[in-house]
Structures are given as C-alpha cells and as structure tokens.
C-alpha cells in the first residue's frame, strides 16, 4: 500500500508509485514500526534534486528494493521543502556520523525516531547491501544499534543547543566580516570558494550595506565583480533570466539547472540595490529579466510562488538549455547563428556535455551600441521561442511560505525602485522595463494575498501549500520572519495598515512560542511536534536562518511602528550570532546585512504627498535611503500608517519627515534638503 497519493508535495507524489510501501512523515508510521519491532527508513529529499531523481529510478522504483524495504522496515518519505525541521534534526544527525550531508538524505532510526545510521546517495548495490546490514544488526545486535542512537542524539543536542555566548553586534565586528570575506574571496571568478559554486546572495547584501555605511570601495567591488561574472555566467539562463542553483565549476560556467525560488529572490535584491547604489546598466537589466522570469515562470495567479524548476527534463540534465554552433544556425540562419555562436560562447567542442554548451555572456552588449543591444535581444527573443517548443524541465508547485516573503520582498524593493526612476535607456527597453515592473508588482501583490488569505490559519501561519489547499506542516521560524517582513514591504508599497497589523500578529507568535533563553529562538514553536531535538540553527545558508529572518522583521516593524521592545528583541537575537559573525562570516551574511541596518538608525522616512508614486521626494528617498531604512509615502494622518500620523505639509507642499532612532530631523520639501539629511 501507498500512502502518498493524496500528498501535496510534488516530492511525495513523484514516489506515489514506487513499489515501495511509503508512509508520510506521521505519528501512525512510527507507531507501525512499534508494532512490528522494525527500524524506520526516512529518505529525504525535495522535487527539483538531480541525485533524488537519480536513486528513486536506481532503488525506489526498482521491485527487489521495494520487497526488501516492505520486508524489514517501515519507510517514511519526507520533502525537505514542506518539513524543514525533520530535515534539520537528521541533516545535523548525518553530518555527525559521517562529516558531510546533502541529498538524498538516507537515515535509519528507531521506531522512536533515534537516528542509528545516516548517509546520502547510495548507488543500489551498495543500498541492497545496506538495507541487508542494517536488518541483521538489528535482529542481532540491538543493544548496539541502541547504544549507536544515544550518541547520535547527544550530539545533535550539542550541536543544536541554544544559551551560548553572546556578544553586541558591533561597527568592529562588521568591519571584521567583511575584512574576512575579503581574504577569502576568488579575485579572479568572483564569489567564494572553488567548486561547486553558490551565488552568494547574503553575502553580497550585508556587503552592499556594509559600503553604505562605510564607503569601503573594496566591498562594492566584490560585490560589482561577482554580479557581473555570475550574470554573464552559465549559471544565469541568459534566455530567460533565472539563476540556477549552482555552479558544478569554480568559473560560473555549467550549472546544475534547477532554478530554486529563493536563490532568485535574493539575487533580484542583490541586483537591484547594486543598480540603485552605481547605476549599472548589466544590474539593472538583470534584475528585470529575474523579475521577469520569478514572474513569468514561477508565479501562478491566485497560488504564489511555485517552489523550483527541476534540474532534469526527461531524466537528462541541460536537455532543455544546451546547444550546438549548427543548432544555432538552424534556428538564426547563418549570419546570426554564427554572430550568437560567439557572443554566447558556443564551440564546436562543447562547454557541457556531448559537444553541447551552455549560453554564457562572452562579449559585453550592456554598454555596447543601441542596434548591437538590439540584435542581441532579437536573437534572445528568437532563441528562447525555439527553446520553448523543446520538452521542459518540470515545476514544483509548491508554494513555500518563507521563499514566497522572500519573493515579495524583493519585488517591492524593485518595482518601488523603478516606479520612481522614471524611463530608462532606449525606447524598447524603457517599454520592456515598463511592462516587467507592471507583471511584478501584479505577481507581489497577489502572493502577499494568497499568504494572508490561504497560509495564515487561526493566527498562525502554515509552512506550504499547493493548488490553493494549505497543508498540515506548521510553520517554522523562518517563516514567521520571512513573511513578517514581506508584509513590512507591502505595507511600504500600499500604504494599507493591515499589513502592518499582520506583521506585528506574527512576529508576536515568534516572541511567545519560539523563543529561546538569552535574546535566541528556535526553529520551531514550542507547541510544535516534538522530535528528537529541537533544532536551533543560527546560521545562513541558502535561504536566511530563522533567527536572522526574524532580526530583520523585527528591525523593520519597530522602524515602522516606533515599538522598540521589537528593535531591543532584534538585538538580542542578533547578539547570539554575533560570536560566529567576524569569523565565519559566509555562514552569517543575512544576520550581517541586519546589522549594518540597526547600526544605520534604520532611517524611518515618511513623505507626505497627494503623489506616492510620481513625487520626487519619494523618488529621492528610494534611491538614497541609507541600509535598511523604511519608507512610507501618503496623505497626512492617513489611517494604519504610523509615519504619517501628526505629519502634515509644508505650506501646503509635499514634506519629507527624516528620523533616525528617536531623533528626527526637520521636514524638508526639496530633494536636496532631503539628500542632504539621509548623507
């Protein structure tokens, strides 16, 4: 018997079929291997994973596998995207017992979830082999087998264990970081490390403050320099606008194809303050197409944000991206297909597999001629239509909580952004930017309502869902943060009080039910399941830690309320990462970037005028706020908006009100004036 059928993870259903007896994570399976004195299998992975897809066709679907698994244990299939806190808790359990982790996460526990061996993929010889060993250990070596658990379990309570030292995030201590990162960046690729290569988002936005706040030249640059050589990079789908998840080279050149939602969110806000704070003509057309693309490809009218686009289409990697010189020639004709054979670095012998090539950006067109930039986009436009009509790598429907704030966030910094910058660059493209700003803010206003409306339940909010139906799964701490803060953003954009009133109604869920002794907080709530720890990651990774999304909601709702019980709980959190912050700081980046906001004020900017959208003052507050600061822009005393309340006009004219903590300066109604105040 299958259980996954009525799943809504698209991970899950992928296995509804295997001959495998699967079993949801649920209370009923642990207490099925109660009954039948057998050890648990928990196989965890998510849809858009090359290695997953690869050991479901080696083992999962494969009936001997299936017999052996239905024989002698109980088998659980967990979505890492849809229960991030089981994967947490066996992920630090895997990475005790064997140094390393990733996925497909494959653990053997006890049927009370004691984790007793841990490992990744396991080709099927060697899983047949396992799954053999594993079964005669338990028979026969039980006391073991338990003996092995009870030391997995004190270790990952160690490793999850809240109360340590605390220290103030201080000016030295964000000098430190990005003194760090700047030891450890690769001057001649961009980015961090060797390969594989991740974009490393959160670290470009606490570097991007950090030369805010500081003027440092030498963070700007590292920031200018992987941006450029990411986008210009295989890694970013020079067709349609996304970035995939990775780099398998230490040069951005061949990704790994999936798309995830939160590496694109995150990017479009590091491309759109690098446009805001240089102007630079490669970054903002970058934050366009990912706009484009987060809107285009993921977003799904009345249903958010689909979750990823799978790394494989049809069981083969880069089927749907890779090309050949004649393939180009096909599609352009001669004279063009050999021009865009050399403007995207496509060789006879192949930058891929097969004598394929992936599209990188091998001439600079950003700044070239207005008809060589139009070429260009002709035959992008001609080679994406072509690509189109190929099989296409499949969607993860899913709609993640935390990814979708992320999501909304970054949208309104851009569609504010560009909304009041006026028309930019050459006819087409202003009407492209245009039609782009307009799709995006449509897509960011329908996913804050379909959170509100769909994933906030009875206060609290739901971790995923799928085709409109909200799942079971509770929502874990980064979601908590992350959407309280998307809710800031829309409050900023709309002007409307009750995303402010459903910011605040969450972040105060996070204060009574996560957390933690000394200013830290779980990544779960105290009401939640219990598991066999509860985990507590302070750390950035892909996606901001819990704690850093919550710092950053908090910062933000206290700016935009003037609560400060809610800034004093930002820098309690905040001071429990410190300690890791100077010295790890590519683990911290989120974490550093709110810093940097705290230590800037943040600014609280409030305009008041009849024009939010066309007024200059507004247009000057976006594009010299200093980090982190909130801006709010409406009539005076319009209701749910506390920046605007006892604020009038100036003799009748537009003002702009500048504060800072509980220090405001003067109303002003000049840009310059304004200007000057936020220098």
């Avoid at 910062?555 to 809610?566: D, E, F, K, M, W």
């Amino acid at each position: 018997m299958n259980r996954l059928a009525g799943a809504t993870s698209p991970y899950l259903l992928q296995h509804a079929d295997n001959p495998v007896d699967w079993w949801p994570w649920c209370d009923e399976a642990f207490a099925e291997a109660r009954r039948r004195d057998v050890p648990v299998l928990i196989s965890v992975g998510y849809s858009a994973c090359h290695w997953c897809h690869v050991m479901a066709h080696e083992s999962f679907e494969n009936e001997g596998v299936g017999r052996l698994l239905n024989e002698g244990f109980v088998s659980i299939k967990v979505d890492r995207e849809e229960r991030p806190d089981v994967d947490a808790v066996y992920m630090t359990a895997t990475q005790a017992m064997t140094g390393q982790g990733g996925w497909p996460m494959t653990v053997f526990a006890t049927p009370d979830g004691t984790p007793f061996y841990c490992g990744t993929y396991f080709p099927r010889a060697n899983f047949i082999r396992l799954l053999q060993s594993v079964s005669t250990a338990w028979q026969d070596q039980r006391e073991a087998v338990l003996r092995q658990g009870a030391a997995v379990v004190e270790a990952i309570g160690g490793a999850q264990a809240v109360g340590g030292p605390t220290a103030p995030l201080t000016a030295d201590l964000l000098d430190a970081a990005a003194t760090r990162l700047a030891s450890e960046y690769d001057e001649t690729n961009g980015g961090f490390g060797g390969s594989p290569k991740f974009p490393p988002h959160l670290n470009l936005l606490f570097l991007l403050r950090h030369h805010q706040r500081t003027g440092s030249p030498q963070s700007l640059e590292m920031v200018r320099h992987t941006c450029e050589a990411m986008a210009r990079g295989g890694i970013h789908d020079q067709l349609a606008g996304g970035f995939a998840r990775y780099s398998v080279d230490g040069h951005w050149t061949v990704p790994h194809f999936e798309k995830m939602l939160y590496d694109n969110a995150l990017l479009l806000r590091v491309y759109t303050q690098l446009w805001r704070l240089t102007g630079d003509a490669l970054a903002l057309r970058v934050a366009r197409d990912i706009a484009r693309f987060l809107a285009d490809e993921l977003h799904r009218p009345g249903q958010g944000f689909a979750s990823a686009l799978d790394a494989d289409t049809e069981g083969v990697e880069g089927l749907t991206y890779a090309w050949t010189p004649a393939q180009l020639i096909e599609v352009l004709g001669e004279e063009d297909g050999r021009w865009a054979a050399d403007l995207f670095g496509v060789t006879e012998a192949g930058t891929f597999e097969h004598g394929m090539s992936v599209l990188k950006l091998a001439r600079d067109v950003d700044d070239a001629d207005p008809a060589v930039r139009q070429r260009w986009q002709d035959v992008a436009r001609r080679l994406l239509a072509a690509r189109d009509t190929r099989p296409q790598p499949a969607r993860d429907d899913k709609v993640v909580a935390a990814w979708n704030g992320l999501a909304v966030t970054a949208l309104a910094e851009f569609v504010r952004l560009v909304e009041t910058s006026g028309r930019i660059g050459t006819e087409g493209e202003a009407n492209l930017l245009e039609g782009v700003t307009i799709v995006a803010d449509g897509a960011l206003r329908d996913t804050a309502e379909y959170l509100a409306r769909v994933h906030l339940v009875d206060g609290r909010l739901r971790r995923a869902s799928r085709d409109g139906q909200v799942g079971e799964p509770a929502g874990v701490l980064e979601d908590y943060g992350c959407v309280a803060e998307a809710f800031c953003a829309m409050h900023q954009v709309t002007g409307e009080g009750r995303w402010l009133e459903w910011a605040g109604q969450l972040l105060d869920v996070a204060l009574a039910h996560f957390a933690a002794p000394g200013g830290a907080f779980y990544d779960t709530a105290d009401d939640a399941e219990r598991l066999v720890a509860r985990p507590a990651d302070p750390t950035d990774n892909a996606t901001p830690s819990g704690r850093s999304a919550i710092a950053a909601a908090l910062v933000a709702y206290s700016a935009l309320t003037g609560q400060t019980r809610y800034r004093e709980a930002a820098e309690a959190a905040l001071s429990t990462i410190a300690p890791i912050v100077g010295r790890h700081p590519r683990f911290t980046g989120y974490a550093a970037a709110v810093g940097e906001a705290l230590l800037s004020g943040p600014y609280e900017i409030a305009v008041v005028t009849a024009d939010p959208a066309g007024d200059p003052l507004v247009a000057a507050a976006h594009r010299h706020a200093p980090p982190g600061a909130v801006i709010v822009a409406g009539q005076p005393d319009q209701v749910g908006v506390p920046l605007l309340a006892d604020r009038g006009l100036l003799d009748g004219r537009p003002a702009a009100y500048v504060c800072r903590g509980s220090v405001c300066q003067r109303p002003v109604d000049t840009v310059d004036d304004l200007v000057a105040q936020l220098g």
